[in-house]
C-alpha cells in the first residue's frame, strides 16, 4: 500500500502565503514524478506543477513566477510553495505521485485526499 498525505492548507488574505506539504509512504522502491493538482467546483482537475528529479519543475502559466515545488527525496516529500496568492488561487489542492512499489512492478499514479487552500480577504 502506498498513502499521500497532504498538510498546510488553509484560509489567506490576497497575496500572502502558503506552504503545501505532501508526504508519501508505504511499499516504495522509486518515485518518478511529484506534483500538485487542483481542481475548482465542476472544473476538471488541473496541474499546477510538477518535478522530476534531475529535471526542471513545470508549472502551469497561471503560477509561473508566484508558486515553487520542490521536493525531498530522502524523505519522499513534495511542497508547493505558494506566494502571492489571488483570490482564484482558492480550490481544494491534491498531491500526485508516480511511484513504483517494486523494482518489477510498473509504476503507478497515487493521490493524496486533498487539502483546501481558501483565499479570502
Known amino acids: 500500500q502506498v498513502q499521500l498525505v497532504e498538510s498546510g492548507g488553509g484560509l489567506v488574505q490576497p497575496g500572502g502565503s502558503l506552504r503545501l506539504s505532501c508526504t508519501a509512504s508505504?511499499?516504495?522502491?522509486?518515485?518518478?514524478?511529484m506534483g500538485w493538482y487542483r481542481q475548482a467546483p465542476g472544473k476538471e482537475r488541473e496541474l499546477v506543477a510538477s518535478i522530476i528529479s534531475g529535471s526542471s519543475p513545470k508549472y502551469a502559466d497561471s503560477v509561473k513566477g508566484r508558486f515553487t515545488i520542490s521536493r525531498d527525496d530522502a524523505r519522499n516529500m513534495v511542497y508547493l510553495q505558494m506566494n502571492s496568492l489571488k483570490l482564484e488561487d482558492t480550490t481544494v489542492y491534491y498531491c500526485n505521485a508516480n511511484i513504483k512499489r517494486r523494482s518489477y512492478l510498473d509504476a503507478s499514479d497515487y493521490w493524496g485526499q486533498g487539502t483546501q487552500v481558501t483565499v479570502s480577504s
Open positions: 508505504g511499499t516504495i522502491f522509486s518515485i518518478n514524478a
